[in-house]
């Protein structure tokens, strides 16, 4: 039974249909067809439990309950499953079913992970879709994964003032860059981060808000005076149409589906009001030289799920509801690009 799960999951991020993965384990592996129809069906249930976001010691218990045996329950609920990622059924943008060409596999490079107990998917496998072009990763983290990420970035307070200072004179130049198309309201900034943003903002008169998914730097922004919650955008508590401005800088590439920010996003601002993005874009030319050298990191950040190009962003934004109405170089996001577009519709 060993490292049947990794078999099969290698398998399915590759689109393989169930006929060819039980053809693989009966020629292959070797195993009765009675064992596989077992070992198939219950491998399933416990990736449906997973994307419930059960936690792996309880999807065993609840796999013995149902009578399967402890052994097959741990090989099935293994390391292999646990940390491989919840596979996208189609391309995360346009919908488009696999199978998706496979343009580059590559292993989660020590240098780019933080040094924790915690095992990362292995390897990162990138897809190209056909019918838009967008390039992305086979899957997303399961929960468990999610939120031990999230614990790693858990850090201490700044206090160093020529980092801050640095921080605001980056955050400055964004807000009046935004300020040439909306120059007041309610600032609303998702993953803010160390909140060098929103504090920019308040100071040029904006009402800045800001939410993030680490507890510990929502409270520290509280305590500064600055409305603040713990949520993802499609959670927040803000009515409808209540923000002049809605911030995302470097937060796209994360999310499992980008369009559940965006129309979070389009329903939050007002009639009009400005969208701030910023991604690394896969048509810099950095990036193509980078590519020619071997040595492009984002191919091997654990918790990128997307490879934006500035003209497939484009394309997202207007079907969205959003007009692009300036790109520009970032000068805090490697290899990055700057977008202001407007809500049109």
């Known amino acids: ?56 010691g309880q999807i065993v218990e609840l796999l013995v309950k149902r009578g399967i045996p402890q052994p097959v329950a741990n090989e099935i609920v293994g390391d292999n499953l646990i940390y491989s990622r919840i596979l996208y059924g189609e391309c995360p943008l346009c919908r488009q079913k696999p199978p998706h060409a496979v343009i580059k596999g590559v292993l989660s490079q020590v240098e780019y992970v933080p040094s924790v107990p915690l095992s990362l998917p292995s390897p990162m496998t990138w897809l190209h879709c056909s ?49 040439h198309y909306q120059a007041d309201g309610r600032w609303l900034d998702v993953g803010f981060g160390n909140g060098s943003l929103l504090h920019a903002a308040r100071e040029c008169g904006y009402q800045p808000v800001g939410i993030d998914l680490q507890r510990k730097r929502v409270m520290e922004l509280q305590q500064q005076d600055i409305e603040a919650y713990c949520c993802r955008l499609d959670e927040v508590p803000l009515p409808d149409g209540q923000c002049q401005v809605v911030s995302m800088t470097d937060v796209l590439e994360h999310i499992p589906y980008p369009s559940q920010y965006l129309l979070a996003s389009h329903r939050l601002l007002a009639k009009e009001g400005v969208l701030l993005l910023s991604v690394p874009n896969r048509e810099s030319r950095i990036w193509q030289l980078l590519d020619a050298q071997g040595n492009n990191p984002f191919w091997y950040q654990p918790d990128h799920y997307h490879n934006f190009s500035r003209s497939r962003l484009y394309l997202l934004l207007q079907e969205y509801g959003f007009q692009p109405l300036n790109c520009r170089i970032s000068q805090r996001t490697r290899m990055g690009i700057e977008v202001v577009a407007r809500k049109i519709s």
């Open 1 to 56: 039974m060993n490292n049947i799960s990794k078999q099969i999951t290698r398998m399915l991020h590759q689109g393989v249909p169930s006929d060819g993965i039980r053809h693989y384990l009966a020629t292959q592996i070797g195993l009765a067809e009675q064992a596989i129809d077992v070992f198939y069906s219950v491998f399933d249930v416990a990736i449906h439990f997973l994307r419930l976001g059960i936690f792996p």
């Open 131 to 179: 019918a838009c072009q967008h390039i992305f990763t086979d899957g997303y983290h399961q929960p468990v994964v999610q939120q031990a990420i999230f614990k790693f970035n858990q850090l201490d307070p700044v206090s160093d003032i020529k980092y801050l200072e640095s921080m605001h004179i980056f955050s400055g130049d964004r807000v009046n860059h935004v300020g």
